[in-house]
C-alpha cells in the first residue's frame, strides 16, 4: 500500500524559516512534488524531486532523501501570504502520472 | 490563458439525480484526472485518462463515471449521487510522464442533501 506522513498543523512567525517534512512508504518511486494549497483553492505547483538532494527555488527549497523515505519544504522569510495547506505527493506508479497525496500541513504565519 | 476549468463551480443537490461536472483544459495535456478532497483524507484520485477514449480507476471510483471523448474534456458523471460524495471535487491536467506536474482546475464543491 501507500502511505504519507506530514503534521496536521504548524505554526511559525513572519520573517522566520520552517521545515514541513514528510515521510512515504509506497511500492514504487518516481518523485516527488509538493504543492501549495490555499483555503478554497486548487492546488499550485511548487517542486518536484527525484534524486536525492536538495533544490532551491526563491524563498521555497525542497530536500529528498530517498533511502529513507523522507522530503521536506523549507520555506524562508516567511510572509503572511505564506499561509497555505502544503501537500506532499508522490509518483509511484510504474510509468504514468499517478500521484498519492499527503493529507497536507496547515501552515499558520503569525505576526 | 493556459487554465483548467471546472463547472459549476458550486452544486446542491438531492439524492438520486443524476449530475454532471465538466472539466476542460486548453493545453493539450493527455492526461486528466479527477480528485475528491475531504477534511482529514487529504486528496484522492476518483478517476483517471491517459488519453483519449483510455480512462481507469483510481482509488476511490465508486459511484463515479468518466469519459473521454475530445483530448480537451474530461467529465465526470455522478448517476445517482448519495450524501457520501458531498464532497469538493479537483480536475487537474498534465503532459503525459511521471515526472510531469498537475495543474489543477479551480475546484467543484458538491453537496448532496
Known amino acids: 500500500g501507500q502511505n504519507i506522513d506530514q503534521p496536521t498543523e504548524m505554526t511559525a512567525t513572519e520573517g522566520a524559516i520552517v521545515q514541513i517534512n514528510c515521510t512515504y512508504q509506497?511500492?514504487?518511486?518516481?518523485?516527488l512534488f509538493w504543492y501549495q494549497q490555499h483555503a478554497g483553492e486548487a492546488p499550485t505547483f511548487l517542486s518536484y524531486n527525484v534524486l536525492d538532494g536538495l533544490e532551491e527555488k526563491g524563498r521555497f527549497s525542497s530536500f529528498l532523501s530517498r533511502s529513507k523515505g523522507y522530503s521536506y519544504l523549507l520555506l524562508k522569510e516567511l510572509q503572511m501570504k505564506d499561509s497555505a495547506s502544503y501537500l506532499c505527493a508522490v509518483n509511484s506508479a510504474g510509468g504514468g502520472n499517478k500521484l498519492t497525496f499527503g493529507t497536507g500541513t496547515q501552515l499558520k504565519v503569525e505576526l | 490563458e493556459a487554465q483548467v476549468t471546472q463547472n459549476p463551480r458550486y452544486l446542491i443537490t438531492v439524492t438520486g439525480k443524476k449530475l454532471t461536472v465538466t472539466c476542460s483544459q486548453n493545453?493539450?495535456?493527455?492526461?486528466m484526472s479527477w480528485y475528491r478532497q475531504d477534511p482529514g483524507l487529504g486528496l484522492r484520485q476518483i478517476y483517471y485518462?491517459?488519453?483519449?477514449?483510455?480512462?481507469d480507476k483510481g482509488d476511490v471510483p465508486e459511484g463515479y463515471k468518466v469519459s473521454r471523448k475530445e483530448k480537451r474534456n474530461f467529465p465526470l458523471i455522478l448517476e445517482s449521487p448519495s450524501p457520501n460524495q458531498t464532497s469538493l471535487y479537483f480536475c487537474?491536467?498534465?503532459?503525459?510522464?511521471?515526472?510531469?506536474?498537475?495543474?489543477f482546475g479551480p475546484g467543484t464543491r458538491l453537496l448532496v442533501l
Open positions: 487537474a491536467s498534465g503532459l503525459a510522464g511521471i515526472r510531469q506536474t498537475q495543474y
Open positions: 493545453m493539450n495535456h493527455e492526461y
Open positions: 509506497t511500492s514504487g518511486f518516481n518523485g
Open positions: 485518462s491517459m488519453n483519449v477514449e483510455v480512462t
